[in-house]
């Protein structure tokens, strides 16, 4: 209520986009709340919600990924998920991109030996699996490895993953020489390998002499009215991920705003704050903000703008990324709509393309026939409007009947998802296929009377490198170079929609496989 009522005061100097807004205001709503903290988490919910012209708006939606350790359990094992419960166990992350969530389970993997499979572990399997052959578990489902010696490791995976190194190495040293004074030489080698492979790990990952400190860094950068905030993850003093928000147009905008906007928007979901946030521009309700994060984190949370120091640095990292991000988006958006204005020019388009989606069908010898819908928009993919199908009405490998069924269900509203009727017309539909395949999408297309969107089929002919392009109406296909804009859109749309395509297939076949049960008589997937 007061940053509203500054607004309109005498002596206020408004920014640009304070100014327009405050001269377009014909009436203003009020919700009384029983706190600032109550009002602030409405304000953010309201922003997401109604995306208003105003506000500035994190184009991201995702629960991030955590790795979950349930400590309580007898055996516990690290999963990924991506909601944090309070259920007593401890979470990770969060790891953005996803990837660097992949290479630290590969080294946990690879370090330390913690079960990974699904059984349930109770010393009473006949047999152990091939990860216990390659040594990377003990076996505790057979009542090779006794409880208390597996939680050992479980603490030394807590170590490495808080960044507890010094603990972590001084620890597996003291074994390392515990095993050689009972000259049991092939553990001694087996712990040194494992403290190498700890060091290296470390080295890579180490960000700045601060300590096994947790922390989130917000980095602004601009360049003309586009702006560039890169979000570094630092847990335990490991750099685990990054995070970029990217905006086209914040003239109106300042850096204070931006940072604000972003701090709220991207911790009220389920992504619990560090410690303390490092930001680059020092936040007027910087209190307000210390004082909801640490409610949600359940201890204090600090919101620190450093001018020297260690922590300085890593603030100016992290400037540093979003100055190289903002640039690559400003190359990449100038080629982007190169592509874009060519393909119409090509294709004879009313308009340039800012929406294009994707259809490929996907079979195994005419089983288990699915398809999958990609989207670009503006120059991205859009994951969030792909759309997958399962083949309710062919029998057998028919994938001109099964293109016609998938056009018409997204067309013709039949997906039965509330999110099909919210999705936008594209500008053009683009059919992984020839003739047959295009004319298949064609017919569908004008039984639901949308027989007026633009649609083509790529495909290439035998032998050929040259992509083809087909279009009703038109006698011989477009040849297209494979170093042209237009090919490299087009190849890239239908690249996307065929890795989806297999991606669901293989799932489904992943999901009817299941192997002979062991002696046991339980089965495992």
Same mark, same amino acid.
């Given at each position: 209520l007061n940053r509203v009522r500054s607004y309109f005061q005498k002596g206020h100097d408004p920014t640009p986009k304070t100014r327009v807004l405050t001269s377009l205001v014909r009436d203003i709503e009020t919700i009384v709340t029983r706190s600032e903290l109550e009002a602030l988490l409405l304000e953010s919910n309201l922003v997401k919600r109604h995306r208003p012209r105003f506000n500035v708006v994190l184009r991201d939606d995702k629960h991030y990924p955590f790795l979950r350790l349930p400590v309580k359990e007898n055996f516990p094992r690290l999963s990924i998920v991506r909601r944090v419960k309070n259920d007593g166990a401890l979470y990770f992350g969060p790891y953005v991109p996803a990837g660097a969530l992949r290479e630290t389970l590969k080294v946990i993997k690879k370090v330390f030996p913690l079960a990974t499979c699904k059984i349930q572990i109770d010393g009473t399997a006949?047999?152990?699996?091939? =990860?216990?052959?390659?040594?990377?578990?003990?076996?505790?489902? &057979?009542?090779?490895?006794?409880?208390e010696d597996y939680h050992r490791i479980v603490e030394q995976v807590?170590?490495? +993953? =808080?960044?507890? *190194? /010094? =603990?972590?190495?001084?620890?597996? %040293?003291?074994?390392?020489?515990?095993? !050689?004074?009972g000259e049991e030489f092939e553990e001694a080698a087996r712990l040194r390998g494992r403290m190498v492979s700890i060091t290296r790990t470390l080295e890579k990952q180490r960000v700045a002499q601060i300590g096994p400190m947790d922390q989130d860094i917000i980095g602004l950068a601009r360049m003309g009215p586009a702006a560039d905030l890169q979000l570094l993850f630092v847990r335990g003093g490991l750099l685990i991920g990054r995070k970029d928000f990217f905006w086209a147009d914040t /003239?109106?905008?300042?850096?204070?705003?931006?940072?604000?906007? !972003?701090?709220?928007?991207?911790?009220?979901?389920?992504?619990?704050?560090?410690?303390?946030?490092? #930001?680059? =521009?020092?936040?007027?309700?910087?209190?307000?903000?210390?004082?909801w994060l640490s409610q949600k984190k359940g201890r204090r949370v600090r919101i620190l703008t450093p001018e020297r120091g260690?922590? %300085?640095?890593?603030?100016?990292?992290?400037?540093?990324?979003?100055?190289?991000?903002? !640039?690559?988006?400003?190359?990449?958006?100038?080629?982007?709509?190169?592509?874009?204005?060519? +393909?119409? %020019?090509?294709?004879? +388009?009313?308009?340039?393309?800012?929406?294009?989606?994707?259809?490929?069908?996907?079979? &195994?010898m005419g089983t288990d026939s699915v398809a999958s819908m990609v989207v670009w928009e503006d120059g991205k993919m859009k994951k969030a409007d792909y759309r997958r199908f399962r083949i309710r009405t062919v029998e057998g490998a028919n *994938?001109? !009947?099964?293109?016609?069924?998938? #056009?018409?269900?997204?067309?013709?509203?039949?997906?039965? &998802?509330?999110?099909?009727?919210?999705?936008?017309?594209?500008? +053009?539909?683009?059919?992984?296929?020839?003739?047959?395949?295009?004319?298949?999408?064609?017919?569908?297309? %004008?039984?639901v009377n949308l027989g007026h969107l633009p649609i083509i089929g790529l495909a290439k002919a035998k032998g050929e490198k040259e992509e083809r392009i087909y279009a009703p109406g038109r006698r011989d296909p477009l040849i297209l170079s494979p170093t042209s804009h237009v090919s490299r859109l087009v190849q890239r749309i239908r690249d996307e929609a065929h890795r989806f395509a297999i991606a669901y297939h293989r799932k489904l076949r992943g999901q009817a496989f299941v192997m002979p049960p062991s002696k046991s008589g339980k089965a495992r997937r």
């Amino acid at each position: 209520l007061n940053r509203v009522r500054s607004y309109f005061q005498k002596g206020h100097d408004p920014t640009p986009k304070t100014r327009v807004l405050t001269s377009l205001v014909r009436d203003i709503e009020t919700i009384v709340t029983r706190s600032e903290l109550e009002a602030l988490l409405l304000e953010s919910n309201l922003v997401k919600r109604h995306r208003p012209r105003f506000n500035v708006v994190l184009r991201d939606d995702k629960h991030y990924p955590f790795l979950r350790l349930p400590v309580k359990e007898n055996f516990p094992r690290l999963s990924i998920v991506r909601r944090v419960k309070n259920d007593g166990a401890l979470y990770f992350g969060p790891y953005v991109p996803a990837g660097a969530l992949r290479e630290t389970l590969k080294v946990i993997k690879k370090v330390f030996p913690l079960a990974t499979c699904k059984i349930q572990i109770d010393g009473t399997a006949e047999r152990a699996c091939l =990860e216990f052959e390659i040594k990377r578990c003990m076996a505790p489902c &057979t009542g090779n490895q006794s409880q208390e010696d597996y939680h050992r490791i479980v603490e030394q995976v807590r170590c490495f +993953l =808080e960044g507890r *190194d /010094k =603990e972590l190495l001084d620890g597996l %040293r003291k074994e390392m020489e515990a095993a !050689a004074d009972g000259e049991e030489f092939e553990e001694a080698a087996r712990l040194r390998g494992r403290m190498v492979s700890i060091t290296r790990t470390l080295e890579k990952q180490r960000v700045a002499q601060i300590g096994p400190m947790d922390q989130d860094i917000i980095g602004l950068a601009r360049m003309g009215p586009a702006a560039d905030l890169q979000l570094l993850f630092v847990r335990g003093g490991l750099l685990i991920g990054r995070k970029d928000f990217f905006w086209a147009d914040t /003239k109106e905008a300042v850096d204070e705003e931006l940072i604000r906007s !972003a701090i709220e928007q991207f911790y009220n979901k389920d992504t619990l704050p560090p410690k303390e946030l490092l #930001v680059s =521009e020092a936040l007027s309700d910087r209190e307000l903000l210390q004082r909801w994060l640490s409610q949600k984190k359940g201890r204090r949370v600090r919101i620190l703008t450093p001018e020297r120091g260690a922590k %300085r640095q890593l603030l100016q990292l992290a400037e540093e990324n979003a100055a190289a991000a903002i !640039a690559e988006h400003l190359r990449n958006t100038a080629v982007e709509h190169k592509e874009a204005e060519e +393909l119409q %020019r090509l294709l004879g +388009l009313p308009k340039t393309p800012g929406r294009v989606e994707g259809f490929d069908i996907s079979n &195994t010898m005419g089983t288990d026939s699915v398809a999958s819908m990609v989207v670009w928009e503006d120059g991205k993919m859009k994951k969030a409007d792909y759309r997958r199908f399962r083949i309710r009405t062919v029998e057998g490998a028919n *994938d001109f !009947a099964s293109m016609e069924e998938v #056009v018409t269900r997204r067309y013709g509203g039949t997906l039965g &998802t509330k999110a099909n009727k919210t999705l936008p017309l594209p500008d +053009l539909i683009l059919i992984d296929g020839g003739v047959g395949q295009l004319g298949a999408a064609v017919d569908a297309l %004008r039984a639901v009377n949308l027989g007026h969107l633009p649609i083509i089929g790529l495909a290439k002919a035998k032998g050929e490198k040259e992509e083809r392009i087909y279009a009703p109406g038109r006698r011989d296909p477009l040849i297209l170079s494979p170093t042209s804009h237009v090919s490299r859109l087009v190849q890239r749309i239908r690249d996307e929609a065929h890795r989806f395509a297999i991606a669901y297939h293989r799932k489904l076949r992943g999901q009817a496989f299941v192997m002979p049960p062991s002696k046991s008589g339980k089965a495992r997937r």
